[in-house]
C-alpha cells in the first residue's frame, strides 16, 4: 500500500467521484450493496457480507424518472430512480432505505414495483425519536431487516457477526472523528474526499489508508486566517462545494451534514446486545430534520455548532424541494440571525451551479474576512 | 498609478478608472457581446497606461487573466453605493444574470445579502426576453408601462413560462401597455421578496442596469415603502466598487 499522503488524497477522491456503475470495477473483491441513507444501519450489510455504499445524486443522463416521479420530487429521489433505470446499479446486490421522508419512502414503494425480483428494503426509524415506543419499535425494524437479510443470503447472521461489523464502523467513525478535529490542515475538498470516501470504498480498504494518512495531516501545520464556516445540509454529493470553497479563501470549520458530521457521530457501544447498540445509535444521533425530538431544535442546535467551531458564518447547502430541510431552514435562520451569525444558501437541483455558488461563497468569505469568532 | 475596476457582466462591461488621487477620469459601458472577456481587454486598451491596479468582478472575472485582485460584484457593489452614499444601508443590484439585495454598513462592508435562484426571474435577462416577445425596444418599457390602463397580472417568474403568458395574454387581445406594465410588477414583487430576507434599512440605493427603468425604481418604492436612490450613472457602481477597493489594496501595499 502506498502510504504517501498524496496517493491516499488521490485514492479518496477516486472513490468519492466513483459512480456507481464503476464501483465493481474499482473494488472487484466485495459485493455491494446500495444505501441511500444514514439512517440505515451499516453494520447490519457488512455482517451480512455485503459492502455499504452510498449512493448519491449524479448529473442527470436519462430523464428515466419522468416515468414514475413529477418534476417537484427532490433531484436526489429522482437520481437514485434514473440511475437504477439506466442500469447503473447492475452488480449491486439490492438497495436499502430508511424512512427518512415521504419521498424517499414512495420512491422504495416505486422502486419495488418499477424492480420487482431485486432486493429492496426499507428501514423505518420513528420519526418521533424519543416517543414511549420509539426504542421497542426501532428493534422490532432491525429485527426484520436482519431476517430479510439472511433470508437474500440463505445464511443466519449471528450477533458476533454484527458486532464485528460495529466495530468495524466504530473504527471507520473514529478515524473521521480524527479528521475532522485536524480539518484546519487540510484543504476542504481533501477532508470531505475522506468523508465520501469512507462511504463508498470497502471498510477493509478505508480503514488501513485512514490510518496511514492521520500522521501527515497531524504534520501538517495548521492554514489560519481564513473565514470559518459551518456547512448544513442533506447530502454532499461531490466536491463542487468544498472545491469552490477553498477557491475563496472559506474554511468550512464543521458541518451538519447526513453524509458526514450525521454519518461519523458514534460510536456505537459494544457493551449491550447488538441491536439495541444499533437502536440507540440511530435514536440518539444529530436529529434530521425528517426526524423529531421533543428536546430538540435545530437552529438553536446550529448556533451552538457555530460557536463550538468558532465560526463565523453558516452556509445553508440545500437540494432543491426537499420539504424536510425547508421546513426547519425558517426557524434555524431566525435563531442565527437572532443570534448574529451571518448565512448564506445554496440551492442545488440537478447538478451544481459553479459560478453562481462561486459568486456567493467569496462573497460570503468577503464579507466575513473582517470578523472574529 | 490608476485604479481600474472592471465589472464583466453577461450583457454588459463596465470600466472605471480613478486617478491616483481616486477622481474619475474614464468611465464606460458596452455590450458584452459574445465574449465579455474580450470586451473587456478592448476596454482596457482604451486605457493607455503601464501603471495600473485592476480589479476585475462580475460573472466574467475568474476568466480574466492578468487583473492584479478578484473581488465578488456583491462587495464592489456595496463599496461604490457607500462611496456615492454615506448613509446608504441597503443596496439592491439588478443585473443582467442575476439580482441581489445587500444590507450594508455606511462604511460599505456587507453584513448580509441574498441572490435571485438560479433562474433568470427578477433580472434584467427577464426583462429584454420579455421585451423580445413584446417585440419592443428595452428602453421603451418603461413609458409603455406609464401609459398601462388595466395591468395583466403575470404569474409565471419563469422567464420562458413568462414568454408564453405573455404571448397568450397579446393573443387574447391585451394591449402591449397593459402587459409590460405587469412585468414590472412582477420584476419588483420577486426583488421585494429578497429585500425582505435581508431587512430593508435606508438609505436605499439601487445600481445596475435594471435602474435606469423608473417604472421598475418606483414599484419597488410603492413594495418596500421606502425612497430608493438610483445614481446618475448605475451601470457603473460595481466597477466603481472595484476601483476604490483597488486603490486601498494597493494604498496598503505602499503602491502609489
Known amino acids: 500500500m502506498n502510504t504517501d499522503k498524496d496517493a491516499i488524497l488521490a485514492r479518496f477522491k477516486i472513490a468519492a467521484a466513483l459512480p456507481p456503475n464503476r464501483w465493481i470495477t474499482e473494488y472487484p473483491r466485495a459485493r455491494p450493496m446500495a444505501v441511500f441513507c444514514s439512517y440505515v444501519p451499516e453494520e447490519m450489510i457488512l455482517a451480512a457480507g455485503f459492502a455499504p455504499v452510498r449512493v448519491r445524486k449524479q448529473p442527470s443522463q436519462s430523464g428515466a424518472w419522468g ?57 423505518n426509524v420513528p420519526t418521533r425519536l424519543d416517543g414511549p415506543h420509539a426504542m421497542e419499535y426501532t428493534l422490532r425494524e432491525l429485527m426484520d431487516f436482519r431476517a430479510a437479510l439472511e433470508g437474500l443470503t440463505g445464511k443466519p447472521i449471528g450477533d458476533d457477526d454484527i458486532r464485528a ?45 485512514a490510518e496511514s494518512l492521520i500522521p501527515h495531516i497531524e504534520a501538517a501545520p495548521p492554514m489560519t486566517g481564513r473565514p470559518r464556516a459551518i456547512l448544513v445540509g442533506a447530502i454532499l454529493d461531490d466536491l463542487t462545494v468544498p472545491a469552490l470553497a477553498d477557491e475563496v479563501g472559506l474554511h468550512l470549520a464543521g458541518d451538519d451534514l447526513c453524509t458526514s458530521a450525521r454519518y461519523m457521530e458514534g460510536p456505537v457501544s459494544a457493551d449491550t446486545p447488538p441491536l439495541e447498540a444499533l437502536a440507540a445509535r440511530s435514536l440518539g444521533r444529530t436529529t434530521c430534520p425528517a426526524k423529531h425530538r421533543e428536546d430538540w431544535r435545530r437552529g438553536a442546535a446550529l448556533v451552538a455548532l457555530a460557536r463550538q467551531r468558532q465560526a463565523h458564518g453558516v452556509i445553508f447547502y440545500l437540494q432543491k424541494f426537499c420539504d424536510p430541510h425547508a421546513f426547519d431552514y425558517a426557524d434555524a435562520r431566525r435563531d442565527l440571525d437572532a443570534a448574529g451569525i451571518p448565512h448564506i444558501t445554496l440551492e442545488d437541483d440537478a447538478g451544481p451551479a459553479t459560478a453562481q455558488w462561486r459568486t456567493r461563497l467569496q462573497a460570503f468569505a468577503e464579507m466575513l474576512g473582517g470578523r472574529t469568532p | 498609478m490608476q485604479w481600474v475596476g472592471l465589472d464583466i457582466g453577461s450583457l454588459t462591461v463596465k470600466i472605471v478608472v480613478l486617478d491616483k488621487g481616486g477622481a474619475l477620469v474614464f468611465t464606460k459601458v458596452v455590450p458584452s457581446g459574445r465574449s465579455g472577456i474580450q ?155 429578497l429585500a425582505r430576507q435581508v431587512g430593508v434599512r435606508p438609505r436605499v440605493v439601487m445600481t445596475g442596469g435594471v435602474a435606469l427603468n423608473s417604472g421598475v425604481v418606483s414599484r419597488l418604492e410603492a413594495l418596500l415603502g421606502a425612497p430608493i436612490s438610483v445614481p446618475a450613472n448605475c451601470q457603473v457602481v460595481g466597477a466603481l466598487g472595484a476601483a476604490l477597493l483597488g486603490m486601498e489594496r494597493g494604498q496598503q501595499n505602499g503602491r502609489s
Not at chain 1, 95 to 119: E, K
Not at chain 2, 109 to 118: G, K, S
Not at chain 2, 127 to 156: F, H, W, Y
Open chain 1, 67 to 123: 416515468e414514475h416521479l413529477q418534476s417537484y420530487a427532490c433531484p436526489l429521489a429522482r437520481s437514485l430512480l434514473e440511475q437504477a433505470a439506466d442500469g447503473e446499479l447492475a452488480g449491486f446486490a439490492g438497495a436499502v432505505f430508511a424512512h427518512s421522508c415521504d419521498t424517499m419512502q414512495a420512491l422504495a414503494d416505486i422502486w419495488r414495483m418499477r424492480f420487482a425480483g431485486g432486493f429492496a428494503w426499507v428501514v
Open chain 2, 39 to 193: 470586451a473587456a481587454k478592448a476596454l482596457l486598451d482604451e486605457v493607455p497606461t503601464s501603471r495600473r491596479f485592476v480589479v476585475v468582478t462580475g460573472y466574467g472575472r475568474v476568466c480574466m487573466e492578468g487583473a492584479d485582485l478578484e473581488v465578488s460584484e456583491i462587495t464592489c457593489h456595496a463599496r461604490g453605493a457607500a462611496h456615492l452614499y454615506g448613509d446608504v444601508g441597503t443596496v439592491i443590484d439588478i443585473g443582467g444574470q442575476d439580482s441581489k439585495v445587500l444590507r450594508v454598513e455606511p462604511n460599505g462592508r456587507v453584513v448580509q445579502f441574498a441572490m435571485n435562484d438560479r433562474c433568470a426571474a427578477g433580472t434584467g435577462r427577464f426583462l429584454e426576453v420579455m421585451a423580445r416577445a413584446l417585440d419592443v425596444p428595452m428602453a421603451d418599457l418603461d413609458d409603455l408601462a406609464a401609459r398601462a390602463v388595466e395591468p395583466v397580472p403575470i404569474s409565471s417568474t419563469c422567464a420562458v413560462f413568462a414568454e408564453s403568458e405573455v404571448v397568450g395574454h397579446l393573443a387574447a387581445g391585451r394591449r402591449v401597455e397593459d402587459v409590460v406594465a405587469g412585468l414590472l410588477d412582477g420584476i419588483a414583487a420577486r426583488v421585494a421578496g
Open chain 1, 165 to 209: 461489523a460495529i466495530g468495524l464502523c466504530n473504527r471507520v467513525r473514529a478515524l473521521l472523528a480524527r479528521l475532522d478535529a485536524l480539518r484546519d490542515r487540510m484543504t476542504n475538498a481533501e477532508f470531505y474526499a475522506a468523508t465520501l470516501a469512507a462511504q463508498t470504498m470497502p471498510r477493509e480498504e478505508f480503514i488501513p489508508l
